[in-house]
């Protein structure tokens, strides 16, 4: 685990403020005017207190409305950190990282969770970092028939429960490629598609493209029990045209599985989600891992540093923002946490007919700019004075 020195923002907060500057700081802060703490059932905060990891419960509500019901939602997020050495066998690595994760899922289900979403690559070490192809590849496994999905199914089934996760996909029959992919699993147990990270990063230790490249499954969105849900991968989440792309199929919510560090994206994070779920009015959930993970071989970072054999700290900070603008607290920065949120799906409606982003937006216009963006020679369109 990391050493980070500040824990959790929000628990800072609460130390530190009186009762009555902190309720104007979260106004301020998180958007909320009351507060909105939702109490979890005792079973599932047994479960995360007996194994070592957090639980919080946070809710949105939305206007009352005659001629619609509440349309009554409960998520978890999970962010994880991994179990055993880099150095030990792929398949022990994966079993240990999913016997952690499945424990989580039951406290999900005990709290009463109707979607489940992971963090990015969760069944496996963030060791595209290293750029080296062996062991790493063999975490790669089919999305559809792949024992992760298999093993995942039974639990969708068994709790009612959506799952979304994140793996390593090996594209059987494309070639055996590999791409980074999220898994949707319905309610019912059965495998119902999948969506590849649209956009891959070049940036320090993310030279993903060594492994996988950009993906071809354009922005699906998944029609559920619970909503229409779909899937923003990681670096995704610094375009904008990609997360208006989800909102125009209609998306409720958006999860943002990730794995990204401190002092290379944490100002950002807390941004871009929230921003997204405003822009879209759609729910966002970024999801983020945590702790610090060691290879067996030194790499550099091509940014003139030392070379070094450790990865992070990734500062997971996990959150959920509503399409009215406010937010829930972060799980923390450096422990494993499972971040359970009711909201009610009316708000993104609701949000559209108050702000009218959808009908005042300019698709036509957009779409003659990038047309025009995307020739080769093109010109920007700046006027000087001659």
Not at 122 to 149: D, I, L, Y
Not at 171 to 181: A, K, L, M, V
Not at 289 to 313: C, I, L, Q
Not at 338 to 353: F, G, M, S, Y
Request: proline share 5%.
């Amino acid at each position: 685990m990391s050493a980070f020195e500040l824990k959790n923002l929000n628990e800072c907060l609460e130390k530190h403020l009186p009762a009555d500057e902190l309720k104007e700081v979260k106004r301020i802060l998180y958007g909320v005017e009351e507060d909105q703490t939702l109490s979890l059932p005792e079973n599932a905060t047994a479960i995360a207190e007996q194994n070592g990891f957090d639980i919080k419960g946070y809710r949105f509500t939305a206007r009352p409305e005659q001629t619609r019901k509440p349309r009554i939602v409960r998520v978890g997020a999970i962010q994880n950190s991994i179990v055993l050495p880099t150095t030990a066998p792929i398949e022990k690595q994966r079993e240990a990282i999913w016997n952690k994760v499945k424990t989580m899922i039951k406290a999900a289900a005990a709290a009463g969770c109707n979607i489940v979403g992971t963090q990015e690559a969760w069944t496996m070490p963030f060791a595209f970092c290293t750029r080296e192809k062996f062991p790493w590849c063999e975490f790669a496994e089919e999305a559809e028939n792949g024992p992760t999905t298999k093993m995942l199914s039974e639990l969708a089934k068994e709790y009612n429960m959506v799952i979304i996760h994140s793996i390593l996909e090996r594209d059987i029959e494309h070639g055996e490629t590999i791409w980074n992919t999220a898994v949707v699993i319905s309610n019912s147990g059965r495998y119902l598609g999948k969506h590849r990270k649209n956009h891959i990063p070049r940036v320090g230790d993310f030279n993903e493209s060594t492994y996988y490249m950009e993906g071809n499954t354009l922005h699906p969105v998944f029609e559920t029990e619970f909503g229409k849900l779909a899937i923003n991968i990681c670096y995704g989440r610094h375009h904008p045209q990609n997360w208006m792309m989800f909102g125009l199929n209609g998306a409720e919510i958006v999860f943002n599985p990730s794995a990204t560090i401190g002092r290379l994206s944490e100002p950002l994070w807390g941004i871009e989600a929230r921003n997204a779920a405003i822009a879209n009015s759609y729910f966002t959930v970024p999801i983020n891992r945590v702790g610090t993970e060691e290879f067996p071989n030194e790499y550099t970072s091509g940014d003139g540093k030392k070379a070094h054999k450790e990865f992070g700290p990734f500062y997971g900070s996990t959150y959920v923002a509503a399409p009215d603008g406010s937010r829930t607290p972060s799980l923390s920065r450096d422990k494993d946490g499972l971040l359970v949120v009711e909201l009610d799906l009316n708000l993104c409606r609701q949000v559209k007919d108050f702000w009218g982003f959808r009908m005042t937006q300019r698709l036509p216009l957009y779409a003659e700019s990038f047309q025009k963006a995307a020739q080769h020679d093109f010109k920007p369109q700046i006027i000087k004075e001659t």
